[in-house]
């Protein structure tokens, strides 16, 4: 059944973007007023994020998300087939010469992404421009068929999928004889435990610090990828370098830094971040190590969002 499936999303994908646009239309006012995807979590997380905004303005950013959401999962199904000339018309790139510089003088780096507009073609249009791939992590999913796929789709103009238990691995291996650019989504949420807690929209936040750790560990240049929607279809992604020396940096730095230049964009244009996943669904731990707790950025102690 799931291969046949694969087949179908593979046969739709070649559907011009004009018409599945057209569907995402459909399917946004679907899940606005019959179906309200995830309505309670997106209305929480607008409401902590937002106070100060009246009830109507939420609302208006939650119809907006759901009008994002849709173009989202038709822009997901579109990259299946999509071609690279397609590609770079819709993704644009300014900065990425400076990550081709070092790469071809050995010198691999980071690239932070974030899940906030179009961040999907933004990780696979790269590889369309720059003359070294964009390489990623990924998480194997259970079905082994339809996880193929995926990672197919991320990887067809020449990316490494790398599975996220390979990543010290990939990188011991790789990262001195044969330079890349690793792209990285850190903006989700880790377990209290394991998390490095922070403010993020005036809420306590536990907030993965792994690009840290690697850029760290491997002594590695960190590039921030910032999109700017223009129109339906069409972004412009200008990337910048965060440091080219991590470790001249206090522990937490580039993973405060990353999560607030995060935040300041979100509150610009709020509607083209993922309110739908459960953002605030921990309670930071009062046995905490002081060194998963920020200093510039101290976490507030509000309890967990009771979602």
Known sequence: MIKVFVFLTKLVSKTPLSI???????????????????????????????????????????????????????????????????????????????????????KSVLIINFHYSSWEWAFVGYSTQAKHPMNGIYQPMSNKAFGDMVVESRSRFGATLIPMNDTYNYLNDNYEKNAFALGLFPDQTPTARKGYWMDFFGRGTPVYR????????????????????????????????????PNEHENGWITEEFMKRLEAKIKITPEKYLWSHKRWKHTIPNDLPENQISKRYPPPKEDKIDY
Do not use: W
């Open 20 to 106: 599945l646009y057209l569907v995402s239309d459909l399917v946004s006012k679907v899940i606005l007023k019959i179906v309200p995807y995830r309505k309670s979590v997106i209305d929480k997380n607008l409401e902590v994020a937002f106070p100060d905004r009246s009830l109507k303005e939420r609302k208006r950013i939650r119809r907006r998300f759901y009008s994002f959401f849709s173009d989202l999962m038709v822009e997901g199904l579109k990259q299946v087939s999509i071609s690279p000339e397609e590609l770079r018309k819709r993704m644009k790139y300014n900065g990425y010469e400076a990550i081709d510089k070092m790469i071809a003088q050995g």
């Open 210 to 245: 792994g690009p840290e750790n690697l850029a760290k560990k491997f002594d590695l240049p960190v590039f921030i990828i910032d999109i700017d929607h223009k129109r339906q279809g069409y972004c412009e992604a200008n990337i910048e370098l965060l440091t080219d020396t």
